[in-house]
């Protein structure tokens, strides 16, 4: 029994080590984000408000919790300090259903605001971000939280049942599993929502809702159909969901949606005209410049092909 107490003790003392270590990693590049970022953002007045709490989410929140956190591991505190921290986990599961909101945010002021593009750019080149933009570190929190679950298991499979500090390790392993659970929910209904409307661009000529509430993607493939009596075998696609599933035949591939031709500019030459012909109607397209009527040419046989 002493041995095995001694090999816990080991294992747990090099666990409450590494934890230690990465959570001094992770609040190095949280105080990269809320330092080069979110202080200067505000002071500037850069970003609006509701834009820069819409971007960054409770990242300060974030942030502290972890800062009070790697102050009780430093001086040993483990059980309190886990006790303590597992009252923030919620964070992260807000921080997660804020994140794809918060991405497209990001994209879109980087496209709009001159100012903020300039800015970011300008931050990101400093030597402390070691080439890496704000979209790679702002997942960060996600990351650790997946790490936190298995530095958890691993600290109270070897603690002592029969102790107090056992109890409170329990109750983190649990919250930090719920918390996992809620976040890799919002990812699975986040890559449902794709599928689903993957499939309905895919369908021509067919007026099937696929995008309804409540529906899930399961798989999709290609199946022969055999006919009652004896006819030919009919490849078709199949889409499977959890309510409904669509055969799909092949679009014939002859069917052109557009032809595009070239009237002249077959030769170095002075531009040239192209023909695009549609089911109800046809465009004459002229460019003064030889290589880009080419081009064009090119590029649009390649989009119709």
């Known amino acids: 029994v002493e041995d095995q107490r001694a090999r816990w003790e080991r294992k747990r003392s090099r666990t409450a080590k590494e934890l230690l270590e990465t959570e001094h990693k992770y609040l190095e590049q949280l105080d990269l984000v809320l330092t080069y970022f979110v202080t200067i953002l505000k002071a500037k007045g850069t970003l609006k408000p509701a834009v820069l709490e819409t971007i960054f989410g409770p990242l300060e929140s974030l942030y502290s919790a972890s800062h009070v956190l790697s102050l009780h591991l430093e001086n040993g505190n483990l059980g309190p300090g886990l006790e303590n921290f597992c009252q923030s986990l919620d964070l992260y599961g807000h921080y997660a259903e804020n994140l794809e909101h918060a991405n497209k945010t990001l994209k879109e002021q980087v496209r709009k605001n001159k100012s903020f593009q300039r800015f970011k750019k300008l931050q ?16 960060l929190p996600l990351q650790r939280l997946h790490q936190y679950k298995h530095f958890f298991r691993d600290l109270l499979e070897n603690t002592s049942p029969d102790t107090a500090e056992y109890q409170k390790l329990a109750k983190t392993v649990k919250s930090a599993c719920e918390v996992s659970h809620w976040v890799q929910d919002i990812f699975d209904k986040r890559e449902n929502s794709l599928q689903l409307l993957r499939v309905q661009k895919l369908l021509k000529g067919q007026k099937t809702q696929v995008l309804t509430a409540g529906r899930w993607y399961i798989r999709e493939g290609w199946l022969l159909v055999v006919p009652a009596k004896g006819e030919e075998l009919k490849r078709r696609m199949f889409f499977l969901f959890s309510d409904i599933l669509i055969a799909a035949k092949p679009c014939h591939p002859l069917h052109l949606q557009c032809s595009v031709d070239k009237v002249f500019g077959h030769t170095w030459s002075q531009g040239g005209l192209l023909s695009l012909s549609f089911p109800h109607k046809t465009l004459l397209l002229m460019s003064s410049n030889q290589e880009e009527i080419n081009d064009w040419y090119q590029s649009l046989t390649a989009a119709v092909r």
């Not at 990101?124 to 997942?139: I, V």
């Open 124 to 139: 990101e080149t400093r030597p402390q971000f070691q080439g890496r933009q704000l979209e790679d570190l702002l997942p």
